[in-house]
């Protein structure tokens, strides 16, 4: 598994079923993290719980010394978790990327709700964007801080 976490001020995302649709807001958070999850064909529930500890203990907010050195527990972080399929394109071969690494809806999709499902057991507020639909994520880095986890 692999997600892009950026620790944000605020974010959200919309999502449409189909183009002749609207956008609405299906997710939004305060102060927390944006995560953009892409899984591939091997993953398992392992890595999914793995990413979820992971992110829950990861210790990029600032602390009364303005160093990144909280967890998100300990500043009351929340959650705004995205499938991203295109995290695994490949780039390697002319200029279109291949999807071939990105594991298929049915694969993924049960992966990405273990993610969320684990962070909320450890008590974070998560919120989600829409699987197989159309997204748009708004946010605002706060830092900016951007890091890629594989696990």
């Not at 950026?6 to 919309?14: E, L, M, T």
């Not at 719980?49 to 527990?73: C, Q």
């Not at 390697?92 to 809806?105: C, F, N, Y």
Request: glycine content about 8%.
């Amino acid at each position: 598994m692999r997600a892009v976490v950026q620790r944000v001020s605020s974010a959200s995302v919309r999502s449409r079923p189909d183009p002749a649709a609207e956008f609405d807001t299906v997710g939004r958070i305060g102060s927390g993290m944006c995560v953009l999850v892409g899984v591939t064909h091997t993953d398992t529930p392992d890595e999914a719980t793995k990413l979820a500890d992971k992110l829950s203990g990861l210790r990029i907010f600032d602390d009364a010394d303005g160093v990144m050195n909280l967890g998100p527990s300990a500043v009351d972080a929340e959650f705004l978790v995205v499938s991203q399929f295109t995290l695994y394109g490949d780039t390697s071969r002319g200029r279109r990327p291949s999807w071939i690494e990105a594991a298929r809806p049915e694969h993924a999709e049960p992966l990405v709700e273990r993610v969320v499902d684990e962070l909320r057991a450890g008590g974070a507020t998560v919120a989600t964007g829409r699987f197989r639909t159309e997204m748009l994520v708004d946010l605002v880095n706060d830092g900016p801080v951007t890091l890629v986890i594989d696990v």
